[in-house]
Every structure is written in structure tokens, then in C-alpha cells.
């Protein structure tokens, strides 16, 4: 069982940046998947950035602006966010998954945070 913690959300201006944090625990989570979905009020859950050992991928809608990374020694993923919008504003969700490739699905991934707010006021 893989318990994720994220962290790091905020209200910030447009143009501002954030750095959301991922923590896991319960189980070293090195060879998961690992991706940030969002939801805006009214909307679904959508994907925004995986990475997995095939690599990272990004919705368009971030692309150039938001960085993922992971540190496997301290069992964090980060979402680095520049030039956020008013648009991005939202509930950020960590999940992760062992059988996971890094897909847009939230189907794909097993293990989920509880959210951080992100709000971007304009």
C-alpha cells in the first residue's frame, strides 16, 4: 500500500509559480508511475503530466510550463508550475500506480492523494 501526501498549493497571481510536492510512503514508489491530474470546479479530473520509465508526458495545456521531476531517495515527486493562469486554477491530485505506464487515464493508477488547491487570481 503506497500512501501519497501532496503539498504546495496556494493562491498566486498570474504569471506566478508553484511547486507542489508528492510524498509517499508505506512502500518505496522508485519504479512507479507517476502522474498530476487536476479539477476546476464544474469539471472533470484531467491529466496534466506522468512520468514513468517511458519517460514524461504533458497535456498541451501545460506544455513549456510545467516541469515533473522525482527525487526516488526522498520518495517525492514535484510538479514545478510557471506562468500559471487563471485557468490552472484548481485541486491538484498526485497518483501513482506499479502497474502504471504513464497514461491520461485515471483508471491507470491505483494509489491517490487526498488534493492541494491551486488558485491563480488574475
Known amino acids: 500500500q503506497v500512501q501519497l501526501v501532496e503539498s504546495g498549493g496556494g493562491l498566486v497571481q498570474a504569471g506566478g509559480s508553484l511547486r507542489l510536492s508528492c510524498a509517499a510512503s508505506g512502500r518505496t514508489f522508485g519504479n512507479y508511475a507517476v502522474a498530476w491530474f487536476r479539477q476546476g470546479p464544474g469539471k472533470e479530473r484531467e491529466f496534466v503530466v506522468s512520468i514513468s520509465w517511458r519517460g514524461t508526458r504533458y497535456a498541451d495545456s501545460v506544455k513549456g510550463r510545467f516541469t515533473i521531476s522525482r527525487d526516488n531517495a526522498k520518495n517525492t515527486v514535484y510538479l514545478q508550475m510557471n506562468s500559471l493562469q487563471p485557468e490552472d486554477t484548481a485541486v491538484y491530485y498526485c497518483?501513482?500506480?506499479?502497474?502504471?505506464?504513464?497514461?491520461?487515464?485515471?483508471?491507470?493508477?491505483?494509489?491517490w492523494g487526498q488534493g492541494t488547491q491551486v488558485t491563480v487570481s488574475s
Open positions: 497518483a501513482a500506480g506499479a502497474f502504471a505506464i504513464g497514461g491520461t487515464s485515471v483508471n491507470e493508477y491505483a494509489y
